[in-house]
């Protein structure tokens, strides 16, 4: 079945750093990647789509100037979340989705700022 | 995307069916129903996605109604391994494809 690999699966950081993780498809190409954020005892909520070379396209209330992603390749996104602070701290999971595929999931980071 | 309801949550005996129910009473025809679980602290892995005939895998099966208003997740012989979050979704097939999780519905399978 479909892969997707996201990395790191754990960060632990001060405040104020950026903390960069990346999101893979191992073995389809991925024309749209997703980025979720989920809260404790939460369902997962999207924060953007990215299509390959384009900008990604952010729900409301996310900022885009502090979660930045980029959609490089049909197998790579990444998701930079800028000047990090303790009210980041979430568990962040990516998706991506090929041609007539559905979406698959990567198996989430936990970022967790001091 | 059309919202969904489902049950909070379910027990289910090992080695016993279980059957997890889902409504999307307002459900558009292009939109199909799709259903991922999630284990904790991972994921969600993709289980099944269907339009309005009965879709069957390795993992489970669907069967939804005629009237396309609701849909069963039936795993048939449920284990230890089987206890999740598990979300239905109604969602267009590729382009546009934008899913909205509820709360889901926590399936504990007991021994």
């Known amino acids: 079945g479909a892969v997707v690999s996201q990395h790191p699966s754990r960060v632990i950081c001060k405040s104020g750093t950026s903390v960069k993780i990346e999101c893979r498809s191992l073995d389809f190409q991925a024309t749209t990647m997703f980025w979720y954020r989920q809260f404790p005892k939460q369902s997962l909520m999207l924060m953007a789509t990215s299509n390959e070379g384009s900008k990604a396209t952010y729900e409301q209330g996310v900022e885009k100037d502090k979660f930045l992603i980029n959609h490089a390749s049909l197998t790579l996104s990444t998701l930079t979340v800028t000047s990090a602070h303790p009210e980041d701290s979430s568990f962040y999971i990516c998706?991506?989705?090929?041609?007539?595929?559905?979406?698959?999931f990567g198996d989430g980071t936990r970022l967790s700022i001091l | 995307d059309a919202k969904t309801t489902q049950p909070p949550s379910m027990d289910c005996a090992e080695g016993r069916a279980a059957n997890l129910p889902c409504n999307h009473s307002?459900?558009?025809?292009?939109?199909?129903v799709y259903w991922y679980r999630q284990i904790h602290s991972q994921g969600p892995q993709y289980i099944i996605h269907?339009?309005?005939n009965n879709e069957t895998n390795e993992m489970a099966s669907l069967i939804i109604t005629e009237d396309r208003k609701s849909s069963t997740l039936i795993l048939p012989h449920a284990t230890l391994r089987d206890t999740a979050v598990y979300y239905c979704?109604?969602?267009?097939?590729?382009?546009?494809?934008?899913?909205?999780f509820g709360p889901g519905t926590r399936l504990s399978v007991l021994p």
């Open positions: 979704i109604a969602a267009p097939a590729y382009y546009g494809q934008n899913f909205v």
């Open positions: 269907g339009l309005k």
């Open positions: 998706s991506c989705r090929g041609a007539n595929q559905p979406q698959h």
């Open positions: 307002t459900i558009s025809g292009n939109e199909y």
